[in-house]
């Protein structure tokens, strides 16, 4: 490497060459490193997207972590950072269904395995080009055990804890009410909906009394409701019984569209402060009425039904006017059919209505034979019955995670969102985690085909076939030839990268679990301590017994310098790689961090980028004239009070910094970094050391000379985390650096 800094910063000559450097030397993985490098210290990469190139969110969250990876390491530790992508299930489909419409190409109309086959190449290319782009940001993980969530032994890890939860009476398969989304013809969880406002009518609807009494007629209940087009499903109506209607309990109403009788139900679910205090129950249709059909089963004799397609369109049972109607057109035509049982004008009302979050298609709630995880009840007693290793337990899968985080074995950075975690839990309900899509993980459970061809001796033993089998590998029939099919739904995205930190370290090395399990820092955006985060703690101490991390680190979401989300549409977005290679990654570094604290959304700007490339150049400058100015001197350095106070200084800002990175303040230690460099060394130190570097006084030159190399030698240290390139470089330049020596493995 040449030993002379060029007379201009030029980033670009620079970044490659140094990132080769460190790949070379072998360091990035911790089995490489020194032997003062020996207690562990671990970071699992959250995941990204393999549907497409990075945005200016991760090269936060790499900044992030490879700042903590950096400093560790040079506290020595053994560091490992363990880099992968994820499949990202749903997220990755809808991306490539988007590039098949602009080929002109139906998603629908291809062959199961020909899609499957097709998105794996589109996603294993996407994270080849992701690799390429974290080096690009200065990520010095572990490429040697770098993992994806469809690695063949990540899916065993994954298919083996459904297994073990299966057989622990966690997982079942039931006919429960989900919300589906009539565009991407899949179900989604709770958290992948969102909420928008939107402007309906609330219409008042008349339900006669089956049997009036004579002269009255006032004998009906009014009903408040949107969904007029759903009253087809109508089995029931539910009042308070502090309602005025609650006179009506018992009694049988005449259902407007159908003419059929359903019954008057008595419940205190019905919301007195909304519409009427009646509501109509349509249980395939709506969640809440799914409830009361299941807490009214004795009272109803009208078993439930669908009037809504999978594809957004009423079906047959709703009648002959309504049948092949999409729900906007239906709703339309049911209120004209309605129009003598409505008692006044429809009223203007906005609501939140649940959207898909991927298209803001209206969320039908579907009632459909899908695969649960119970998340609030304890495992069966004898959890012996699991047929794969793992803890033993009697709490729930909330339970396990709750205790953790009370006990502080798991901490919050920034605290706050401790808070935030634990109301979540309060509420949590069972999980829907089948989904149909192609792109995924299918589900191990295998369906026995109907017809048996019984094995000569079992002519007798058919009874005893099982229907389904859950197997990580296809099973046999113990009495029968006949195959079984395996299930054609996958796990929720969320199912499998739940499991990431000890799938990961189970499926790298022998030894890496027993090593680096558990982890030390999960750094991740607090949009998804819900999707991912509180899964990856029930899962870990679920399946081993321990936590998976200690600490959680949450950063915000970036936004641009109008406090704005980017967006295509705002035309707000910064490319990381493209800025990065204007103005160097060290600059684009800096500019995320300074500014940024854990669990607030950092502001970012290119005007802002540009300052810190400003701050590269005056490194640079300083640090050439430093060693430009630089030669051996015979004379004995004899340090002034002034050097002193200078070094004093220098390990004062040196310990502030310390001290803010050890409490994950790299906000407040850049800054210090920062300000130390410029304002101290380069405005105070090395202008004052001017007039003495080349003095006739050779043992005061010396001095000056040997104070400037010290601290810059010690500044290139403590600004390494943030700037590693520039630093890297430099030290490469310094006097003291022997040959081979690399900055990022050098003692803090």
């Not at 002109?104 to 996407?126: C, H, V």
């Not at 397609?309 to 059919?337: F, I």
């Not at 230690?669 to 380069?682: K, Q």
Request: aromatic share 12%; charged share 30%; net charge positive.
């Amino acid at each position: 490497m040449n030993k002379e800094l060029s007379s201009q910063y030029d980033s670009k000559q620079i970044e490659d060459n140094i990132y080769k450097l460190w790949e070379d030397s072998g360091f990035f993985n911790p089995d490489n490193l020194p032997a003062r490098h020996k207690k562990p210290f671990t970071i699992i990469m959250p995941p990204p997207n393999a549907n497409g190139s990075l945005h200016i969110g991760h090269a936060l969250f790499v900044t992030l972590e490879d700042i903590m990876i950096r400093y560790q390491r040079m506290q020595g530790k053994k560091t490992l950072w363990l880099p992968g992508a994820d499949h990202a299930g749903i997220e990755t489909q809808v991306v490539y269904n988007k590039k098949l419409e602009k080929e002109g190409r139906s998603f629908w109309e291809m062959p199961r395995e020909q899609l499957y086959n097709e998105i794996k190449d589109f996603t294993l290319a996407n994270k080849k080009y992701m690799e390429g782009q974290l080096k690009k940001l200065g990520a010095s993980c572990d490429w040697s055990r770098e993992k994806f969530t469809l690695d063949e032994n990540i899916k065993q890890v994954v298919n083996e804890t459904f297994e073990k939860l299966y057989n622990d009476g966690l997982v079942y398969r039931a006919e429960k009410p989900v919300n589906w989304c009539t565009k991407h013809q899949t179900t989604l969880s709770d958290l992948e909906i969102k909420y928008e406002e939107r402007a309906d009518k609330l219409y008042y609807i008349k339900y006669q009394v089956a049997a009036p009494t004579q002269g009255r007629s006032d004998d009906y209940v009014v009903v408040a409701t949107t969904r007029p087009e759903t009253i087809p499903a109508d089995i029931a109506i539910a009042v308070h019984p502090k309602s005025k209607w609650a006179k009506f309990i018992g009694k049988k109403l005449i259902n407007p569209l159908t003419k059929k009788e359903i019954p008057v139900l008595a419940d205190m679910i019905v919301d007195l402060t909304f519409g009427t205090g009646a509501l109509k129950i349509t249980p395939f249709h709506d969640p809440v009425d799914f409830l009361v059909w299941i807490n009214h089963k004795n009272e109803i004799n009208i078993p439930p039904f669908s009037v809504i397609n999978q594809y957004g369109k009423m079906t047959a049972e709703a009648g002959p006017e309504l049948a092949g109607l999409k729900v906007k057109e239906a709703r339309e035509k049911s209120v004209e059919l309605l129009r003598a049982d409505l008692v006044k004008e429809p009223e203007d009302y906005k609501h939140q209505v649940s959207v898909c979050y991927k298209c803001s298609t209206a969320i039908e709630p579907r009632v459909m034979m899908q695969w649960f995880v119970k998340m609030t009840e304890s495992p069966k007693s004898s959890s012996q019955t699991s047929k794969v290793k793992g803890q033993m337990s009697t709490k729930s899968l909330r339970d396990l995670a709750v205790d953790a985080v009370k006990s502080k074995k798991i901490k919050f950075i920034p605290a706050r969102f401790e808070k935030v975690f634990m109301h979540w839990m309060k509420n949590l309900r069972d999980w829907n985690i089948s989904r149909q899509i192609v792109w995924g993980i299918q589900i191990p459970a295998w369906y026995h085909k109907p017809k048996c061809i019984p094995r000569p001796g079992h002519e007798n033993d058919i009874s005893k076939c099982e229907e389904m089998i859950i197997s990580t590998s296809e099973p046999k029939c113990k009495y029968c030839d006949a195959k079984f099919i395996q299930e054609t739904d996958v796990f929720d995205t969320w199912f499998s990268s739940g499991q990431w930190p000890y799938a990961t370290l189970m499926t790298t090395k022998p030894n890496d679990f027993k090593t680096y399990y558990p982890t030390d820092v999960m750094e991740t955006g607090w949009d998804i301590l819900f999707f991912w985060v509180a899964r990856m703690i029930m899962f870990g101490l679920y399946r081993t017994g321990k936590i998976p991390f200690k600490d959680v680190y949450l950063h915000g979401l970036v936004r641009d310098k109008e406090r704005q989300k980017m967006s295509k549409s705002k035309n707000n977005v910064i490319n990381p790689l493209e800025v990065a290679d204007m103005y160097g990654t060290d600059a684009v570094r800096m500019a995320l961090i300074i500014g940024s604290t854990a669990g607030n959304d950092p502001i970012i700007s290119e005007d802002k980028i540009r300052g810190y490339r400003n701050f590269a150049t005056k490194i640079w400058n300083a640090s050439r004239f430093v060693l430009m100015n630089y030669k051996k001197i015979d004379a004995k350095p004899k340090l002034t009070s002034a050097d002193k106070k200078n070094i004093k200084d220098l390990e004062s800002a040196k310990k502030k910094i310390t001290k803010y990175l050890d409490k994950y303040d790299f906000n407040h230690a850049a800054e210090t970094a920062y300000h130390y460099f410029w304002h101290t060394f380069a405005d105070k130190v090395i202008e004052e050391s001017k007039s003495r570097i080349n003095s006739e006084n050779s043992a005061d030159a010396a001095a000056a000379q040997e104070t400037l190399i010290k601290i810059l030698g010690e500044s290139m240290k403590f600004l390494h985390p943030f700037m590693p390139f520039i630093t890297e470089q430099i030290f490469q330049m310094l006097p003291m650096t022997k040959e081979g020596s690399l900055l990022m493995i050098e003692k803090w």
